[in-house]
């Protein structure tokens, strides 16, 4: 494994899994310092072209330390003991600043970790550090690229520098397909997860709203907010996951965790889609021609594996959407300051009020685009509003009872079928994202599961896949996405290129 050569140290954990790694911890094939020795030499080689990282932890190499003497001693904590992991700048990590990528939570250093990172640790693994993001979970305005924060800069696509990485979580995903660590953990209110997935040819899962806590995380909406894992592999999201999902006394929504988590690498079924019937959502219309097609081909290979498939060709997506900003924008005022007011008292911006103020008289905050959504955040009238409470439940209706479970019901499905996102868009700081296609809203405003792998390539960049299902439907949807994989075999590492022709 690692040796004094630091070119041969970065190289030494490419492409490794985290189920590999495991192995080779277990096995004493390596060391968990020699792990986190080499991701670190990685993310200093790398990372510079990429700017995925924003901060890596001071105490990343004490815990591997302490992964390596607790495998001495034969009192290992499990799979993850000593395996290092990469956690998205907007959850809480004691003693590093959660800066949800804002210049105005510079100070906000939390003084414990979100149960999310202690479910983590107390498995054994190793706090690498934390990942840039789209600032504010990309909340701010309509007109935000995706990748840019002004505390850690613009993150790009490893598979094509001059393209989108993806956001919210884009940090997490260009550093996990750049091979910066074996897994890291993103969050997602719509998208966030399951696009820099996609984008970055990775394996990533919303999980139904409750399975994780979302205390300490740094909010945008109690009905749709989520953490959730990101990898290279099935096997290896199915792995974190494991260890994350669970009940937290501070997170109402989550009561019904413990009842429903369950060892998920262990559930893995790779026969899972022989005789499975699958709906192909084919009245999702936005996806380029190239993303269909790859699609379609995904679905032969479905098909091939015994899969049954159905079209759906209609459906009626405008009681979502009519109701999706409304809820998002009232929840943000509401749950942005209740964070604000339990963070480290040395953190000046108490309130939403207070980051717009911030905002307006720091320059590097508003260069590229304004805070429209922020304003109209504020001008919200607080969650007894009728207007925000209509939304919230004929939204809820209409992508849960009577989206995603009636189509199930009707169609005697067990799951749904979809291209993810169209493959990254150049980077334009001007105008903002261009983002296409997208899978991800139907699931979102439900609060149900939503599985993405990948599916293949348009014109070099990565496409995703997406498997959703009911609510705690995880287990199925990361059955029947093993199953694909396992026969697609369609996931290709990046190659770094300055740009790539356009698709």
């Known amino acids: 494994m690692p040796t004094t050569d630091l070119s041969a140290i970065e190289k030494s954990v490419v492409e490794v899994s985290l189920a590999d790694t495991a192995a080779a911890l277990a096995s004493g094939k390596t060391t968990s310092v020699a792990l986190t020795t080499s991701y670190l030499a ?3 080689g790398v990372d510079p072209k990429l700017k995925s990282v924003l901060a890596v932890n001071p105490q990343a190499l004490e815990q591997a330390k ?26 809480d990590v004691a003693g590093m600043p959660n800066t949800g990528g804002s210049l105005a939570l510079a100070a906000n250093i939390p003084a414990k970790d979100a149960p999310l990172v202690a479910r983590l640790i107390e498995g054994g693994a190793v706090i690498l ?32 520098l001059d393209r989108s990485a993806c956001g919210s979580s884009s940090g997490s995903g260009s550093s996990i397909a750049a091979s910066l660590a ?7 209110t719509d998208g966030s997860i399951t696009c820099p997935a996609s984008i970055n040819g990775l394996v990533g ?6 399975l994780v806590s979302r205390t300490g995380v740094i909010p945008i909406s109690h009905s749709q907010d989520t953490a959730g894992p990101m990898t290279r592999d099935v096997r290896d999201t199915a792995m974190i996951l494991s260890v994350i999902a669970g009940s937290d006394a ?14 998920y690498a262990a559930g893995l079924n790779a026969g899972a889609l022989k005789g499975a019937r699958l709906g192909v959502m084919r009245f999702m219309k936005d996806f380029r021609p190239q993303t269909v097609a790859q699609f379609n081909k995904a679905l032969e290979v479905l098909k091939a594996q015994g899969a049954e498939l159905v079209e759906i060709n209609e459906f009626n997506m405008q009681p979502i959407g009519d109701a999706r900003l409304n809820v998002l924008l009232t929840e943000l005022k509401v749950d942005l300051n209740a964070y604000l007011a339990g963070a480290n008292p040395t953190v000046k911006t108490r309130t939403l009020a207070d980051v717009i103020a911030f905002n307006k008289q720091e320059p590097r905050e508003l260069a590229y685009f304004g805070q429209d959504f922020f304003e109209t955040a504020e001008a919200t009238g607080g969650l007894s509003d009728p207007a925000y409470v209509a939304a919230h439940d004929n939204g809820k209706k209409a992508a849960g009872p009577d989206g995603i479970d009636r189509l199930l019901k009707e169609n005697n ?18 105008n903002g994202d261009n983002f296409g296609g997208a899978a991800s809203t139907i699931p979102a405003v439900a609060g149900y599961p939503h599985l993405t792998v990948p599916m293949g390539e348009v014109s070099g960049l990565p496409v995703g896949i997406s498997f959703i299902g009911p609510a705690w439907s995880e287990q199925l949807l990361l059955s029947l996405g093993y199953a694909y994989e396992q026969a697609s075999k369609a996931r290709k590492p990046p190659t770094y290129p300055a740009t790539l022709p356009l698709p």
């Open 42 to 44: 990685r993310i200093k």
């Open 66 to 91: 302490a992964a390596d003497a607790r495998r001495a001693a034969k009192q290992t904590k499990g799979p993850l003991d000593g395996v290092p992991i990469l956690i998205k700048d907007n959850i």
């Open 129 to 160: 550090g934390k990942t840039n993001l789209s600032e504010w979970a990309n909340i701010r305005s309509r007109f935000s690229s995706s990748g840019w924060s002004g505390a850690g800069g613009l993150t790009r696509n490893p598979y094509a």
């Open 182 to 188: 074996p897994g890291a953990i993103g969050t997602e």
């Open 205 to 210: 899962i919303k999980p139904t709203v409750g």
């Open 250 to 263: 501070a997170d109402a929504a989550t009561a019904e965790a413990d009842t429903h988590k369950t060892d």
């Open 413 to 430: 499905l067990v799951a749904l079928l979809s291209p993810t996102n169209d493959p990254a868009w150049l980077i334009d700081l001007v």
